[in-house]
């Protein structure tokens, strides 16, 4: 069993910066990869970026290449998203969850988090 908890979504004018944490738990959880996804009102879910649980291997979706950025704490057991210059179309509930598949697969992930909200100002 993998626990996400996810942190640091919050309200931002357009063209700034957040960085969101997703905390994991549980005895196998740290060798899981992760990946962040969003889901937008009215729109389906879609992966963003993800990280691999043990090399450097990274995805990310064409739209938010070159501002974001994923990494991670194996000491923490933690990872990040840092995303900077935002958007009005990044606005969404962010999610955290967790693969022991192909990164870029989005029905490889089977543990979720309960999201955070991002909300981009004009």
């Known amino acids: 069993q993998v626990t996400l908890v996810e942190s640091g979504g919050g309200l931002v004018q357009a063209g700034g910066s957040l960085r969101l944490s997703c905390a994991a738990s549980?005895?196998?959880?740290?060798?899981?990869?992760k990946g962040w996804f969003r889901q937008a009102p009215g729109k389906e879910r879609e992966l963003v970026s993800a990280?691999?649980?043990?090399?450097?291997?990274?995805y990310y979706a064409d739209s938010v290449k070159g501002r974001f950025t994923i990494s991670r704490d194996n000491a923490r057991n933690t990872v990040y998203l840092q995303m900077n210059n935002l958007k009005l179309t990044d606005a969404a509930v962010y999610y955290c969850a967790a693969t022991r598949g192909s990164l870029d697969n989005p029905t490889n992930y089977r543990y979720w988090g309960q999201g955070t909200q991002v909300t981009v100002s004009s």
């Open positions: 990280i691999n649980w043990s090399n450097d291997n990274t």
């Open positions: 549980g005895r196998t959880s740290s060798t899981y990869s």
